[in-house]
């Protein structure tokens, strides 16, 4: 399709045919075309008296427009006030869209070893042109390690630099459940329209389209549209594809086939970066022996890091005290004991890998014998007979009433599984190391 520049220039001869030179002079020197939107034409003047006179001309305009198309247009004529006020409802709306949050950029994001390939991939498709290299871009890791940071703020540094792209942030929760309400209001049309007519999309969390069969269908569609008409787009996971399931083979190749970057646990000179930037603004003093402290404490999760370092913080803006170690120990003391202090026992174990597998509470102990239930159920019962220690009997019991039998052949099923299949193993370890390291 033509640019409005484009099409005017090639509307012009058959207007300077049907318009005397001095008319054209008169009317059509302060002439810019504007938009073509949708079946319109948008042409912008300075000033009303501009418009008045091409409106003597609307009809040769109309069909000049129509040669120079190859079918009928519609024609707006607007005053450049008119247009600068149409471009900011459209960024408006751009924007409202998006729903960034400002706060996350690329200035304020803390870069350390555990990130920096992640942070340097997703600065690189805000320079744009998008490269192949970088589309798709999918960062995975633990769960507030500043992979939704990254996606903020490649779209808010995009958005800075063209402030017209439209850029969309949305989660894969929001993701389905405009797809589910799509199909419930017969607005699939509408759907494919907001999602596939974009610049940039930004996806969070794509491991929670595991098991959602009709929305893996939907996001395999808009990613071919996109990727195919040379958009962005940009995911993040809390684990690599390989990795989520139940996954349909042809989604995961897709996510597989761009560019992956993992985030890991930042290290202690990061935890220090990251809690010394964050009492920047705040007016109090804060001793190195407390950012110590408590960088030795958390070591996981960014977020729990900027949690404890804000009670701190808060602590001596309400009392107005400079804060010692021994005060800070005592005002964490809490904060660390129900962070990081958990006694390691069959429920725990079953609700995470039910978060592992993105199954609803107690989904591990039904009865669904599906594939997308038995395996992470069989995987609960090895972590159980690996971390507590409960007999296998003990164990049928905490998943609805199973004899032991049922249990020993989990687990003997796991180890094999595991014998096998690098990957499978890959992921049972990680599971167990991170309900491991929770236990006080």
Avoid at 195 to 219: H, N, S
Avoid at 229 to 252: A, F, G, H, V, W
Avoid at 414 to 433: A, C, E, P
Wanted: net charge neutral.
């Amino acid at each position: 399709m033509k640019t409005a520049s484009e099409l005017w220039e090639d509307a012009l001869p058959y207007i300077k045919k049907n318009v005397s030179s001095t008319g054209f002079a008169t009317a059509f020197t302060k002439v810019r075309p504007s938009d073509i939107t949708k079946n319109t034409f948008v042409l912008s003047v300075n000033h009303d008296i501009y418009r008045d006179m091409l409106e003597m001309y609307r009809d040769i305009i109309v069909d000049a427009v129509a040669i120079a198309n190859g079918s009928a247009m519609e024609l707006e004529i607007i005053t450049e006030d008119e247009e600068a006020k149409k471009e900011k409802e459209k960024v408006s709306a751009i924007r409202g869209e998006s729903v960034l949050n400002p706060k996350f950029t690329f200035e304020n994001f803390i870069v350390g070893k555990n990130n920096e390939f992640a942070c340097a991939a997703a600065y690189n498709i805000t320079a744009g042109p998008v490269s192949d290299s970088y589309n798709p871009l999918l960062i995975y890791g633990g769960s507030g390690l500043g992979k939704t940071h990254l996606l903020h703020a490649v779209g808010n540094a995009i958005l800075e630099k063209n402030p017209v792209a439209n850029v969309m942030y949305v989660t894969s929760e929001k993701f389905m459940n405009s797809f589910i309400e799509s199909i419930r209001n017969e607005t699939s049309k509408a759907f494919r329209e907001k999602f596939r007519t974009i610049d940039v999309l930004l996806l969070d969390d794509i491991q929670f389209f595991a098991g959602k069969d009709g929305t893996q269908e939907a996001f395999f569609h808009t990613f071919n549209e996109l990727v195919g008409n040379n958009k962005q787009i940009m995911m993040t996971s809390d684990r690599p594809p390989k990795d989520i399931y139940p996954l349909e083979e042809r989604l995961r190749t897709r996510l597989s086939g761009g560019l992956m970057a993992d985030i890991k646990p930042p290290d202690y000179e990061t935890r220090i970066a990251i809690l010394q930037s964050k009492v920047k603004s705040a007016k109090v003093s804060i001793p190195d022996e407390i950012f110590d402290l408590v960088a030795q404490q958390v070591k996981s999760n960014i977020r729990e890091l900027e949690g404890a370092i804000r009670t701190i913080v808060a602590y001596s803006e309400i009392s107005k005290k400079d804060i010692e170690l021994d005060t800070a120990n005592r005002i964490l003391n809490d904060y660390f004991s129900s962070s990081h202090k958990r006694k390691i026992d069959a429920d725990y174990i079953i609700k995470q890998v039910e978060n592992y597998f993105n199954l609803k509470d107690d989904e591990i102990k039904s009865n669904k014998r599906d594939k997308e239930y038995t395996y992470p159920r069989q995987i609960a019962m090895y972590i159980c007979r690996e971390l507590t220690q409960l007999s296998l009997p003990e164990i049928g019991k905490e998943f609805g009433g199973r004899d032991h039998s049922t249990v020993m052949h989990s687990i003997k099923k796991i180890k094999s599984i595991m014998q096998k299949d690098l990957d499978s193993m890959r992921t049972i370890n990680d599971l167990i190391k991170n309900i491991k390291s929770s236990e006080g």
